[in-house]
């Protein structure tokens, strides 16, 4: 069974930064695209970052600048380095990965619990 787990969420000033890591655990034959997405109560949840298997980015608008995502394919994990970080980005942050769970199957989406991150101004 396959399954992501978040940490590295919590309380910050505005302008400080967070760290997100999210490791993908269980058995299943390799990991495609990592990202990030947030989701306010309410609203459709989007995309923050994501990342490719070589390392590929790509950044929703109102943080690019401001955020860096990585992933480490040996350890089947990805991170979220935030910083400058705003009032507005309080929310919670779920990580996604897609994972193929043989080596003929396709991709399927797989999602974490999510993490708060709260920024107090």
């Known amino acids: 069974q396959v399954q992501l787990a978040e940490s590295g969420g919590g309380l910050v000033q505005a302008g400080g930064s967070l760290r997100l890591s999210c490791l993908a655990s269980?058995?299943?034959?390799?990991?495609?695209?990592m990202g990030w997405y947030r989701q306010t109560q309410g609203k459709e949840r989007e995309l923050v970052a994501s990342i490719t298997t070589s390392g590929s980015t790509n950044y929703a608008a109102p943080v690019k600048g401001r955020f860096t995502i990585s992933r480490d394919n040996a350890m089947n994990t990805v991170y979220l380095q935030m910083n400058s970080l705003k009032p507005e980005d309080t929310v919670l942050y779920y990580c996604?990965?897609?994972?193929?769970?043989?080596?003929?199957?396709?991709?399927?989406?797989?999602w974490g619990q999510g993490t708060q991150v709260t920024v107090s101004s």
């Open positions: 996604n990965a897609r994972i193929r769970l043989t080596r003929w199957s396709s991709p399927f989406s797989y």
């Open positions: 269980g058995s299943f034959f390799r990991i495609d695209d």
